[in-house]
């Protein structure tokens, strides 16, 4: 799977800041598991939210994927998970209050944007960066 193949995308998280490193790794062994059991498709990317870096999901963004995804947040206490539709615009769904948070276009870019800001998503596989960019 890879993120431009696929329009509309999830991308979560199990990384949590007050966990270790090994905490963290199981956590995403155990999702990634289950994810393996259930036959979704998906991707692991390195991702940075708000300059930490974390292992990430990406899933297609489907009801029963974003149903998923939502429920393993709210499990593992994120604060939110990225959505991307079939536009490439990105949003935050913010698991403590349902609330939607509009960022922009989630794109390719090159390295050098995209550790300029503090969330970017990193496809190691394809070497390939994704971050948020307004819309022109």
Wanted: glycine share 2%; net charge neutral; hydrophobic share 40%.
């Amino acid at each position: 799977m890879n993120i431009k193949q696929i329009d509309p995308i999830i991308i979560f998280s199990v990384f949590q800041s007050n966990k270790t490193e090994v905490q963290n790794l199981e956590n995403h062994l155990n999702v990634r598991e289950v994810l393996v059991l259930r036959g979704t498709p998906f991707r692991i990317v390195q991702g940075v939210y708000k300059n930490i870096h974390e292992l990430s999901f990406v899933l297609e963004n489907t009801i029963p994927n974003f149903v998923f995804a939502k429920k393993i947040a709210t499990q593992f206490n994120q604060e939110s998970i990225l959505v991307r539709d079939k536009y490439e615009e990105a949003q935050l769904f913010m698991i403590k209050d349902h609330s939607i948070v509009n960022l922009g276009i989630l794109s390719e870019v090159n390295e050098s944007f995209a550790k300029s800001q503090d969330s970017y998503t990193w496809d190691v596989q394809n070497n390939m960066y994704y971050a948020i960019k307004s819309r022109k």
